[in-house]
């Protein structure tokens, strides 16, 4: 049992702690989850950079692939660009620096085409197309136009990495299973379906991956 006089003790300290400003602190975590659910916003009706800002509170859901796409959209229609934080060292925080990744590997993997070429080799007004993109979506700010493409030259070799490791090299000997695209990846042509196929089963990409 607690006696009164401790009851007392320590009502009078929590009000204590009060008047002199203290406040039991509160999990880092949640604080962070909170803050990264606002996102500034700059209006996209003028052709030059913006200056008119407003911050949303954001609790969309994102997530990988084509299903990020809607986000974008509805914000193109609402003429709303996220505006890109960075920390002190240049690199990119917050909802809007995810968001916006999630939406360069989605160009990334639906633009360029499923070729067995380098990043260097892909045309650059296919490149100009994912920056421009990008830039009608989100205002990038300091990252600006390589950041974005580095970006998505690396999701584009992890997107084709990924098909190689999990929807290729497994069914090397199922050519029913490799006629198709995955499913999960319905916008692949099959046409360059299958020409990637052939140069993931080539005795030359063997003897370099080996």
């Known amino acids: 049992m607690v006696s009164q006089h401790q009851t007392k ?6 009000n204590g702690d009060k008047e002199l400003g203290m406040v039991a602190p509160q999990d880092k975590s949640s604080k962070e989850m909170k803050s990264s659910k606002k996102m500034k916003f700059a209006s996209s009706s003028a052709e ?3 200056t008119s800002q407003t911050t949303i509170s954001d609790g969309s859901k994102t997530g990988r692939g084509m299903s990020t796409m809607p986000c974008v959209v509805k914000r193109k229609l609402q003429k709303l660009r996220p505006i890109v934080e960075y920390n002190k060292r240049g690199k990119g925080i917050g909802q809007a620096h995810n968001e916006m990744q999630s939406h360069i590997g989605v160009l990334a993997r639906s633009r360029v085409p499923l070729v067995d070429k380098k990043w260097s080799q892909i045309p650059k007004d296919i490149k100009e197309q994912i920056w421009e993109a990008v830039g009608m979506a989100f205002v990038v700010g300091q990252g600006g136009k390589n950041s974005v493409l580095a970006s998505a030259a690396k999701k584009w070799k992890d997107f084709k990495s990924t098909l190689t490791r999990h929807y290729i090299l497994p069914y090397t000997n199922d050519k029913e299973k490799l006629s198709q695209p995955p499913e999960t990846y319905k916008f692949i042509e099959k046409a360059q379906w299958d020409a990637f196929v052939a140069s993931r089963l080539s005795k030359d990409f063997e003897s370099v991956h080996s």
Do not use: A, Q, V
């Open 48 to 50: 030059t950079e913006p």
């Open 9 to 14: 003790d320590s009502g009078s300290k929590k």
